[in-house]
C-alpha cells in the first residue's frame, strides 16, 4: 500500500518562499513518478511539478516554471517543492501524488488522475 504524507507550507507574503516535502511508503525504488497537483477555492485541479527519476523527467507548469524547483533525495522516496517568488494565485491546496505513469503526473485530469494522493497541504500567499 502505497502511503504519501506531506510536510510543510504554511502562509507568507507576497515574494515570498515556501517548502514542500512529501514522503512516499510502500515501494523502495524509482518505479513511480511523484509530483505536486494543487487545487485552489473554486477551481479546477492543476498539475504542478513532476518529478520521474526512473525516466529522466522533470516537469514545470507554465504558471510556476521559474520559481519552482521539485528535486528528489537520494535514495529516498521523498519529494521536495521549493518555491520561491510566491504570488497570491499560487494561493490553494497542494497535494503529492504519485504513479508509475508518468503522463498522469504531467497530464493529470478529471479521469486520468495519478493512483496515489497524499491528504493536501494548504499554501497562503498573501498581498
Known amino acids: 500500500q502505497v502511503q504519501l504524507v506531506e510536510s510543510g507550507g504554511g502562509s507568507v507574503q507576497d515574494g515570498g518562499s515556501l517548502r514542500l516535502s512529501c514522503a512516499a511508503s510502500?515501494?523502495?525504488?524509482?518505479?513511480?513518478?511523484m509530483g505536486w497537483f494543487r487545487q485552489a477555492s473554486g477551481k479546477e485541479r492543476e498539475g504542478v511539478a513532476a518529478i520521474c527519476l526512473g525516466f529522466g523527467v522533470t516537469y514545470y507548469a507554465n504558471t510556476v516554471r521559474g520559481r519552482f524547483t521539485i528535486s528528489q533525495e537520494n535514495g529516498k522516496n521523498t519529494v521536495n517543492l521549493q518555491m520561491n517568488s510566491l504570488k497570491p494565485e499560487d494561493t490553494a491546496m497542494y497535494y503529492c501524488a504519485a504513479d508509475r505513469v508518468p503522463d498522469r503526473l504531467i497530464n493529470g485530469r478529471s479521469g486520468y488522475w495519478p493512483t496515489y494522493w497524499g491528504q493536501g497541504i494548504q499554501v497562503s500567499v498573501s498581498s
Open positions: 510502500g515501494y523502495t525504488d524509482n518505479s513511480h513518478c
